[in-house]
């Protein structure tokens, strides 16, 4: 195997760190506009169960699930971005992805914009079997073993 894919899933990590930041760094100021968004999502889910507990559960717990989701995202975005606990992350960024694709993504009227919610579940998943790469602060002995 040449160098250049030996670095590979230090890249797609990377990529897949600055995608959840991305979406992390549209909460950092602020969560009210996710109000309408969560109330839109939970009245167009056609996902017998789902539908119920966005809006019973959900719904009137917007800004704490608001808020969990932009931390959850945040913090997937940083481990990855530094290649800390990487497999953990990339779990965690699984769930949050399967969350959006199953919730937020039917309140997008554009199949288009939908996938963008699944390629995240996809790029996630990819980052959780091909784990930190070379370049990464696992790869240090002082890193603890739980986060490598």
Do not use: C
């Not at 109330?39 to 808020?67: M, R, S, Y």
């Not at 779990?91 to 288009?112: K, P, Q, R, S």
């Amino acid at each position: 195997m040449n160098e250049m894919s030996k670095v590979w899933p230090s890249l797609v990590r990377v990529i897949v760190a600055l995608y959840w930041l991305y979406f992390a760094s549209q909460k950092w100021n602020g969560i009210d506009w996710m109000r309408g968004v969560i109330k839109t999502t939970a009245d167009v889910n056609p996902i017998p169960g789902l539908h119920q507990f966005l809006e019973a559960v959900v719904v009137p717990n917007w800004a704490f699930f608001g808020a969990l989701q932009g931390i959850g995202e945040t913090v997937v975005g940083v481990l990855l971005l530094f290649g800390i606990a990487t497999r953990w992350a990339a779990i965690l960024g699984v769930l949050l992805a399967a969350n959006l694709a199953l919730t937020v993504a039917f309140g997008v009227n554009d199949d288009g914009f939908r996938w963008l919610y699944w390629l995240g579940l996809v790029a996630s998943a990819q980052v959780v079997v091909s784990g930190a790469g070379p370049i990464a602060l696992s790869r240090f002995k002082w890193v603890p073993a739980y986060l490598r």
